[in-house]
């Protein structure tokens, strides 16, 4: 971020107050306002963030008014189009696009951790069956330090490293097993001759009686869709991670605060609330009653998979899912699936809406990619864990970059109190 030499003039009382403006390589200028209170005796207010920087990053720009999003200046739709997964994580993590001895090596890292520590086994025999996979990944990912205790000091760059890698080779280990637990099947354990996507559908899908040979049709469409969710920015979760993290929690319990936090279904458990709501819907005719009910102020449901806090465009991601949608459906024989007819026609009539178009809700990521998961044979409940899947490698770096940051301090808001003044305890016979 490099100073400027402009200023923000804030008068209180008739007292004025300089602040540095500061500006980006792209995107908006901030107002400096760290030392606003020790100057000025007062707070800035913005519950939800919808005004302010928490930090200054270099990893992944979104331009919501022109619908663009760049991982270290790479546009999301050429990175879906051309590269991969663990290239992409590459770059989210040392950041650029490596060479190919770097890569090979790189791949070959996370390869070779891709399993888990066998005792684990008895951690997920601990949940019931129909524990929600999210509460295990939750529960996992946390115990984590209690495993890999030779990669939980964060002051020692070797540990951050060997962390960063064991959690972006273990999580699709982590999140097939949660799927295996709940459906009653015996885990399958990764291969080291196939890819990231691949392995991940084969633990997935592949069962002692019947190995399973992903199509690489599916296995392209996975690893887009891991790259289609891989970071984005300064999203509730990784806010999560990084305060998380400001207060020296390991690495482990920091990717765990962010999971828990990507389950809400007004984040990443939007693509499940998406494809429970088009199900919901059933049919075409029904697509004009449940808009009136978005638009409806006295009712709370709102389209899941439409509108977010910084897209008031398109959402970037959601083109190419939409288009990784038509490919893998086609495939299957299922371009008729009646729940991607829904979407198309309620896509449709919400853009041609004028309450979507003058509040600027588009489709947002999870708005497609529920619909292509439930067709390669997700249930929905595994539609979150993908994501987190996906996104561990975005909360990893921004996690690693905070460390970095000889600035870095703890994060703790303040408020604006509204409670009741000073006021002396009443004996309760008194009361
Ligand atoms: C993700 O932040 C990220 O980057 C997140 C994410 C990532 O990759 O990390 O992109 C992933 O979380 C995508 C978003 C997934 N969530 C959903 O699809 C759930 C449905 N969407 C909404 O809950 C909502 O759009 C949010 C939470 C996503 C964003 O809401 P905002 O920006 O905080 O704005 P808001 O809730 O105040 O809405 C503004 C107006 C309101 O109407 P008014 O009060 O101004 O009259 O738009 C309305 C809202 O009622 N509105 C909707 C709506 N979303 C907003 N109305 C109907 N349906 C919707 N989906």
């Given at each position: 971020?490099?100073?400027?030499?402009?200023?923000?003039?804030?008068?209180?009382?008739?007292?004025?107050?300089?602040?540095?403006?500061?500006?980006?390589?792209?995107?908006?200028?901030?107002?400096?306002?760290?030392k606003l209170y020790a100057q000025a005796g007062v707070f800035t207010y913005d519950p939800g963030f919808t005004?302010?920087?928490?930090?200054?990053?270099?990893?992944?720009?979104?331009?919501?008014?022109?619908?663009?999003?760049?991982?270290?200046?790479?546009?999301?739709?050429?990175?879906?189009?051309?590269?991969?997964?663990?290239?992409?994580?590459?770059?989210?993590?040392?950041?650029?696009?490596?060479?190919?001895?770097?890569?090979?090596?790189?791949?070959?890292?996370?390869?070779?951790?891709?399993?888990?520590?066998?005792?684990?086994?008895?951690?997920?025999?601990?949940?019931?069956?129909?524990?929600?996979?999210?509460?295990?990944?939750?529960?996992?990912?946390?115990?984590?330090?209690?495993f890999y205790h030779d990669s939980t000091d964060i002051s020692d760059p070797w540990q951050r490293e060997v962390?960063?890698?064991?959690?972006?080779?273990?999580?699709?280990?982590?999140?097939?097993?949660?799927?295996?637990?709940?459906?009653?099947?015996?885990?399958?354990?990764?291969?080291?001759?196939?890819?990231?996507?691949?392995?991940?559908?084969?633990?997935?899908?592949?069962?002692?009686?019947?190995?399973?040979?992903?199509?690489?049709?599916?296995?392209?469409?996975?690893?887009r869709i891991f790259t289609l969710h891989a970071d984005h920015e300064q999203n509730a979760s990784t806010s999560?991670?990084?305060?998380?993290?400001?207060?020296?929690?390991?690495?482990?319990?920091?990717?765990?605060?962010?999971?828990?936090?990507?389950?809400?279904?007004?984040?990443?458990?939007?693509?499940?609330?998406?494809?429970?709501?088009?199900?919901?819907?059933?049919?075409?005719?029904?697509?004009?009653?449940?808009?009136?009910?978005?638009?409806?102020?006295?009712?709370?449901?709102?389209?899941?998979?439409?509108?977010?806090?910084?897209?008031?465009?398109?959402?970037?991601?959601?083109?190419?899912?939409?288009?990784?949608?038509?490919?893998?459906?086609?495939?299957?024989?299922?371009?008729?699936?009646?729940?991607?007819?829904?979407?198309?026609?309620?896509?449709?009539?919400?853009?041609?809406?004028?309450?979507?178009?003058?509040?600027?809700?588009?489709?947002?990521?999870?708005?497609?990619?529920?619909?292509?998961?439930?067709?390669?044979?997700?249930?929905?409940?595994?539609?979150?864990?993908?994501?987190?899947?996906?996104?561990?490698?975005?909360?990893?770096?921004?996690?690693?970059?905070?460390?970095?940051?000889?600035?870095?301090?703890?994060?703790?808001?303040?408020?604006?109190?509204?409670?009741?003044?000073?006021?002396?305890?009443?004996?309760?016979?008194?009361?």
């Amino acid at each position: 971020m490099a100073e400027t030499n402009k200023t923000a003039t804030l008068t209180i009382d008739g007292q004025s107050y300089e602040l540095p403006i500061l500006s980006p390589t792209a995107g908006p200028d901030v107002i400096d306002i760290r030392k606003l209170y020790a100057q000025a005796g007062v707070f800035t207010y913005d519950p939800g963030f919808t005004s302010t920087a928490s930090t200054d990053s270099t990893i992944t720009f979104i331009d919501g008014g022109k619908g663009e999003l760049l991982h270290r200046g790479y546009p999301i739709d050429q990175l879906a189009g051309q590269s991969n997964y663990l290239e992409v994580c590459y770059a989210l993590l040392y950041g650029d696009l490596p060479s190919k001895a770097q890569m090979d090596d790189f791949e070959a890292r996370v390869t070779n951790h891709t399993m888990l520590h066998e005792q684990m086994v008895n951690f997920f025999r601990g949940f019931r069956r129909d524990a929600h996979p999210m509460a295990i990944m939750v529960g996992v990912v946390g115990a984590m330090s209690a495993f890999y205790h030779d990669s939980t000091d964060i002051s020692d760059p070797w540990q951050r490293e060997v962390a960063s890698i064991r959690l972006i080779a273990k999580m699709p280990t982590i999140a097939a097993w949660a799927y295996k637990y709940s459906i009653g099947q015996p885990f399958v354990y990764p291969r080291n001759d196939l890819d990231y996507a691949s392995n991940f559908l084969r633990m997935c899908f592949s069962v002692p009686a019947e190995d399973y040979v992903p199509d690489p049709i599916l296995s392209k469409a996975m690893d887009r869709i891991f790259t289609l969710h891989a970071d984005h920015e300064q999203n509730a979760s990784t806010s999560t991670v990084r305060l998380a993290s400001s207060s020296g929690a390991n690495p482990f319990a920091c990717i765990a605060a962010g999971i828990a936090c990507l389950w809400g279904p007004a984040h990443g458990g939007a693509n499940q609330a998406c494809l429970e709501m088009l199900r919901e819907i059933g049919t075409v005719d029904r697509i004009p009653e449940f808009i009136a009910r978005a638009k409806d102020k006295e009712d709370p449901f709102r389209l899941m998979g439409f509108g977010h806090r910084v897209y008031k465009n398109f959402d970037p991601r959601a083109k190419v899912m939409k288009q990784s949608a038509d490919e893998v459906l086609d495939l299957l024989g299922v371009e008729n699936n009646p729940v991607l007819q829904v979407a198309k026609e309620l896509e449709k009539a919400a853009l041609a809406d004028p309450y979507f178009a003058d509040k600027k809700l588009f489709p947002n990521v999870d708005f497609y990619s529920g619909i292509i998961l439930e067709a390669m044979g997700f249930p929905t409940s595994m539609f979150t864990p993908i994501f987190a899947l996906s996104r561990t490698v975005g909360w990893i770096s921004q996690w690693k970059e905070q460390l970095d940051d000889p600035q870095l301090k703890i994060g703790r808001p303040r408020q604006l109190y509204k409670g009741e003044t000073l006021r002396d305890y009443v004996p309760i016979d008194k009361r």
